[in-house]
């Protein structure tokens, strides 16, 4: 067996969004003003399920731990892409590198399982509904979402032991504007089969199982609308499933390009891998705030109570 001579590296370049400073600093402030959207938005939310009675629901519980995945999940990548916007070298250790595409993909991962477990508490809402603070009791529902969390970061750990064992040697250069395992394979002189069969199951199980599982929900969600006799019970029932069908649509049709699909650095996978770290965490609680009658009341019950006196 022949031996290659190699250099190992200690750094990646994050090739970014662009590389003219002008459009560099307009991305800066538009970034900075969704992070910042982001970070009030979901906050905000949190808040308002946290302190308002009338919102500890096994609904608005799962909706709390969404809302606190889109701030883990913004805040693992946005800093780091705001940085390199006003930076010249737009370096990053490969240790950093790694830890940043296992937290966005224990996140996503995770994402991917509650989404699932939210779209089944929609369905024993509508279908059994004198049972269903029953059925999803408060234990059932701390233990499905310990489940979501554990799934996600076992797995996010397996993919990760077995990239820590590469050896980066073949170029530093990411054309993305921050680090995925699937970017990061090409940069191996190691052999990769093994980390890209092992990132293939585990995309397989947490975006296809998942999906398949919401799909299911739906479908016998919709089965059990249509059996309402009246028109506005039938509204009435849609209308609680739409905020996060919403939420699923943004979520899998971005996640999919954006991880699915090779870093190849183009265009239409940028413009989606943005959706998916940027915009639809500042976009969700929007889409259940917008939407939801209750969530709307809590707010309005939160500012007179906290501002009314100063108004």
């Given amino acids: 067996m022949t031996m290659k001579n190699y250099t190992a590296i200690s750094e990646f370049i994050l090739f970014g969004l662009s590389t003219d400073p002008y459009t560099e600093a307009i991305l800066f402030v538009f970034f900075l003003l969704i992070y910042f959207l982001t970070l009030i938005g979901n906050s905000l939310m949190l808040l308002v399920i946290t302190t308002d009675s009338h919102l500890h629901t096994p609904m608005y519980f ?3 731990h969404l809302s606190f995945l889109d701030l883990c999940h913004s805040s693992i990548t946005a ?3 705001l940085e390199n916007l006003l930076s010249e070298s737009k370096t990053i250790f490969v240790e950093s590198c790694l830890a940043q595409a ?18 089944y508490d929609r369905y024993v809402a509508i279908s059994f509904p004198l049972l269903y603070s029953q059925l999803m009791n408060k234990q059932l529902c701390v233990g499905l979402v310990w489940v979501s969390w554990g799934l996600a970061f076992a797995d996010a750990l397996t993919n990760i032991l077995l990239a820590v064992n590469l050896d980066f040697c073949e ?3 990411i054309p993305h504007f921050s680090c995925e395992l699937s970017s990061l394979f090409p940069l191996s002189c190691s052999d990769t089969s093994t980390n890209f069969t092992v990132l293939f199951c585990s995309s397989v199980f947490h975006f296809f199982a998942t999906l398949v ?4 929900s739906y479908a016998r969600i919709v089965s059990a609308i249509m059996r309402i006799s009246s028109t506005m019970g039938r509204s009435k029932a849609f209308s609680t499933c739409s905020s996060h069908l919403t939420t699923v649509m943004l979520f899998y049709v971005s996640g999919f390009i954006s991880y699915l699909l090779p870093g190849s650095g183009s265009t239409m996978e940028m413009i989606f891998s943005l959706q998916y770290s ?23 019950r939160m500012l007179r109570k906290y501002f009314y006196p100063f108004m």
Avoid: D, R
């Avoid at 599982?213 to 299911?216: H, N, P």
């Fill in 213 to 216: 599982m919401i799909v299911s």
């Fill in 171 to 173: 170029g530093k250069t």
């Fill in 62 to 64: 799962f909706l709390k």
């Fill in 102 to 119: 296992f937290f966005v993909f224990a996140t996503g991962g995770t994402e991917a399982c509650l989404l699932a477990v939210m779209a």
């Fill in 79 to 81: 800093p780091k892409m």
């Fill in 278 to 300: 940027m915009i639809t965490p500042m976009l969700n609680p929007l889409i259940y705030s917008l939407k939801n009658k209750e969530v709307k009341a809590a707010v309005g």
